[in-house]
């Protein structure tokens, strides 16, 4: 029992501090201007999809090691980057998590799957992103 807790405890103190690089991220200007944008340059999206990818990295290499898996929160970048940004941004930072995921561990239990759920989580994000109507966004 003292494992599990000690686990859930790196595994939110390492969301908890790229939770803290986003808030940093929003204290810029020019990031916060693209988040109120309807509509990015090919430039914009992929300096947010070069972000939101780093962000997914960090997660994975910061991942808490458990009997073979690798605990982490890289689904939470790459969910955001789509929900932000659209469809193009999650999904190729889903590509790039999930490539990076599937290279860290070639031929583990979890290589895989984690490979195909990083790539849908960028499909389903900007899925969300499109059925948003504009409006309701920023409430």
């Known amino acids: 029992m003292h494992e599990i ?11 908890a501090l790229m939770l803290i690089c986003l808030f940093f991220l929003i204290r810029i200007r020019l990031f916060r201007e693209l988040l109120h944008k309807s509509a990015h340059s090919p430039k914009e999206l992929l300096a947010v999809t070069a972000i939101f990818s780093l962000f997914a990295l960090f997660s994975t290499w910061s991942g808490v090691p458990v ?3 690798l605990v982490n929160v890289r689904i939470i970048a790459v969910m955001s980057g789509g929900i932000l940004f659209g469809p193009w941004v999650g999904i190729i930072t ?3 998590a ?5 290279l ?8 895989i799957p ?26």
């Open 5 to 15: 807790f000690n686990m859930l405890l790196a595994v939110f103190d390492r969301a």
């Open 98 to 102: 999930g490539i990076h995921r599937y």
């Open 104 to 111: 860290i561990d070639i031929g583990g239990v979890t290589a």
């Open 94 to 96: 889903g590509v790039i």
């Open 67 to 69: 009997e073979g898996s």
């Open 114 to 139: 984690c490979f195909i759920t990083s790539i849908l989580a960028g499909c389903i994000s900007g899925w969300i992103n499109l059925k948003i109507p504009k409006a309701q966004r920023w409430r």
